[in-house]
């Protein structure tokens, strides 16, 4: 394949934007090359500016899980983009979408919306310091939620000690109210709990982890981070934005039947338009601004776009009884798959999976937090990235991410993926 007009493109956009891409993960850095410029998306294709036809594994990394230009969205946001796109009030649209999502998503009564997911997280934590009126939160180390400097963590030195800025620009007193935790470790959770009593606001987890490759909670994680928080008067976040309305209707609460405190959403909830959303039970939203104290805003939340785009989405997976059965067999068959091939061709590997969310590791040894996630052999994954990309298959241009499984994709495209596996993995 040809990517001649994206190279030009993208030497173009180097000019003016920085890096040439408004989010730093599309630049290809993690495994070389210049990336690819989109021209349109159907179903489970994308087709690029060379007039390459690429299988989509990302989907805008979650959102389109129907598939690219799903009509019903697309119509919602014609006919509402005629109505006016932006008023800054309230409009009847919002309630639907709301009520909607309540409905589906198990212990929350109320849902404020927001504009990305990185808002919704930085919002619920902001309500749950108010809340409990404590300071501290504890993130887990490879849990992403979004770029909000209280999330920029890393580990400090030491286990117990306060984490230390990931990113220039975040201070070292922001950082010192984000303690850093091991994924899948409640004994290292209970470790900082004791060590700041009565400090912690707040633990935000992705339940099923999705931004350092797929890693489920092992058996007992999320029970015991429920147990603990209810135990030491902290609330837990489930950070949903990649796992609500995909792993089911009412995300990983329903999936795992275990009651957050709070949740947020991204990615699927807005359609593929900017939309995030926090939610939880009236005592705690009640908190929020104009009926508490705790201040939030937007001038754009709302916005009728993509409130439109976002209820066509949650109504189309509402009233489809068995997209969920559906979308996690096409991910199992994929699964069964690309491990038979991998086999046949000595690759040492670890493939996650729940749901429609699916990892390929490079490494043999379970991966089931940050440092087991880093220890692939990323070499391999970059032949692994780029000779699917020459077979015309778009995964994520890192090692540290999920494949997204659409409902367009069909069997055929599964089996044209397996079989460039085979053929890409015999030059691994
Ligand atoms: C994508 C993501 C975010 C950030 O959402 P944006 O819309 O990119 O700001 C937060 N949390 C999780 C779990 C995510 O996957």
Redesign the pocket.
């Known amino acids: 394949m040809i990517y001649k007009r994206s190279s030009q493109l993208f030497a173009e956009a180097e000019k003016v934007i920085p890096g040439g891409v408004n989010?730093p993960v599309r630049a290809f850095k993690a495994v070389g090359g210049t990336p690819i410029f989109v021209q349109r998306a159907k179903g489970a294709y994308m087709y690029d500016e060379d007039g390459n036809r690429l299988i989509d594994y990302i989907n805008s990394?979650?959102p389109m899980i129907l598939g690219h230009a799903f009509e019903p969205v697309v119509q919602a946001v014609i006919e509402k983009a005629k109505l006016g796109t932006s008023f800054g009030m309230p409009t009847e649209l919002e309630t639907q979408i709301a009520a909607l999502a309540v409905s589906m998503v198990p212990n929350i009564d109320k849902i404020r919306f927001v504009n990305?997911?990185?808002?919704?997280?930085m919002s619920a934590v902001r309500l749950a310091r108010g809340f409990t009126k404590r300071d501290k939160i504890i993130k887990f180390a490879g849990?992403?939620?979004?770029?909000s400097d209280s999330f920029l963590i890393q580990a400090g030195s030491g286990a117990v000690t306060f984490g230390s800025p990931s990113s220039p620009g975040v201070t070292e007193g922001t950082a010192k109210d984000t303690l850093l935790a091991i994924y899948n470790d409640l004994e290292n959770v209970k470790t900082l709990i004791e060590a700041n009593k009565e400090q912690i606001a707040a633990i935000i987890v992705?339940p099923v982890?999705?931004?350092m490759g797929c890693i489920p909670p092992n058996e007992g994680f999320l029970e015991g981070l429920r147990e603990m928080c209810t135990a030491n008067g902290i609330l837990l976040i489930f950070?949903?934005?990649?796992?609500g309305f995909r792993l089911a209707k009412g995300g990983v609460q329903e999936l795992f039947n275990i009651k957050a405190d709070i949740v947020?959403f991204?990615?699927v909830i807005g359609g593929g338009l900017?939309v995030?959303a926090f939610a939880a039970r009236n005592e705690i939203m009640n908190y929020l601004a104009p009926l508490g104290p705790v201040y939030q805003a937007g001038t754009l939340s709302g916005n009728p776009l993509a409130m439109a785009a976002g209820l066509a989405m949650l109504q189309a997976l509402n009233n489809d009884a068995a997209i969920f059965d559906r979308l996690a067999a096409k991910t199992a068959y994929l699964h069964e798959g690309i491990e038979r091939v991998l086999k046949a061709n000595n690759v040492v590997f670890t493939i996650n999976r729940i749901g429609s969310m699916i990892s390929v590791h490079f490494d043999a040894a379970p991966v089931v937090d940050f440092k087991s996630a880093a220890n692939g052999d990323n070499e391999s994954f970059k032949k692994f990235f780029h000779g699917l990309l020459q077979e015309g298959i778009y995964i994520a241009p890192s090692a540290y991410e999920t494949w997204f499984i659409t409902d367009a994709l069909s069997y055929e495209d599964l089996d044209f993926t397996i079989q460039a596996v085979d053929k890409v993995s015999k030059t691994l």
């Open positions: 989010s990394w979650g990305s997911g990185t808002e919704a997280c849990c992403y939620h979004g770029h992705e982890a999705g931004n950070d949903e934005v990649m796992t947020c991204g990615k900017p995030g």
